[in-house]
Nanobody, 124 residues
Framework: QAQLVESGGGLVQPGGSLRLSCAASGSDFSIDGMGWYRQAPGKSREMVATISSGENRNYRDSVKGRFTISRDRAQNTAYLQMNNLKRDDTAVYYC??????????????????WGQGTPVTGSS
């Protein structure tokens, strides 16, 4: 059993920055990789960024150059640094971590556990 706890979401003006954190805990919790997904109102959940056990990073095209995913192995924590935020980035952001459970249609690994989500909202 594992638990993922996200933090760091909030209200931000276009062009601003936020840093999301995801702390993973649990007994016998093995991590192949960690990632961030997001879901905007009325839309499907989409991959934002993933980082594998080998430190390979994968980003959706719309966030490349603006978002950076990183991971602290000792703390079982993943981070998502988001810079130059745009209104289209408004969504609930979910942490995904654990053993590989499957693959998305685009070939991105999907891991076994999900966090409860943290909202990122662009302000006017």
């Amino acid at each position: 059993q594992a638990q993922l706890v996200e933090s760091g979401g909030g209200l931000v003006q276009p062009g601003g920055s936020l840093r999301l954190s995801c702390a993973a805990s649990g007994s016998d919790f093995s991590i192949d990789g960690m990632g961030w997904y997001r879901q905007a109102p009325g839309k499907s959940r989409e991959m934002v960024a993933t980082i594998s056990s080998g430190e390979n990073r994968n980003y959706r095209d719309s966030v490349k150059g603006r978002f950076t995913i990183s991971r602290d192995r000792a703390q079982n924590t993943a981070y998502l640094q988001m810079n130059n935020l745009k209104r289209d980035d408004t969504a609930v952001y979910y942490c995904n971590a654990g053993r590989i459970k499957g693959f998305s249609p685009t070939g991105t690994a999907v891991y076994g556990y999900w966090g409860q989500g943290t909202p990122v909202t662009g302000s006017s």
